[in-house]
Nanobody, 123 residues
Framework: QVQLDESGGGFVQPGGSLRLSCVASGRNFNNYVMGWFRQAPGKEREFVAA???????DHAASVKGRFTISRDNAKNTVYLQMNSLKIEDTAVYYCTVRMGVLGVTAPGQYGDWGQGTQVTVSS
């Protein structure tokens, strides 16, 4: 059984930074893409970023240049460094994994999710 444990959310002012972490357990994730989605109140869950075990990355256009995904395969951990945060980045951020390749951005194509961590950007 896959378990995904996120941490690192919190409250930050616009322009600030946060780093999210997600530890995965329950199987060998070498052939898995690890990723982040987010869901704001009243909105659908949306793709943020994903990374392969080989380091290939994909970032949503809305976060490109501000957010960076990274991964430590030895620790089965994926990170999301978020800089220059905006009010519109406020959401619950979810970690997820999927066997396969990059390019899949529909949340319905991912089967395992963490409990989510709240990120609030406000002045």
């Amino acid at each position: 059984q896959v378990q995904l444990d996120e941490s690192g959310g919190g409250f930050v002012q616009p322009g600030g930074s946060l780093r999210l972490s997600c530890v995965a357990s329950g199987r060998n994730f070498n052939n898995y893409v690890m990723g982040w989605f987010r869901q704001a109140p009243g909105k659908e869950r949306e793709f943020v970023a994903a990374i392969t075990s080989g380091g290939g990355m994909d970032h949503a256009a809305s976060v490109k240049g501000r957010f960076t995904i990274s991964r430590d395969n030895a620790k089965n951990t994926v990170y999301l460094q978020m800089n220059s945060l905006k009010i519109e980045d406020t959401a619950v951020y979810y970690c997820t994994v999927r066997m396969g390749v990059l390019g899949v951005t529909a949340p319905g194509q991912y089967g395992d999710w963490g409990q989510g961590t709240q990120v609030t950007v406000s002045s």
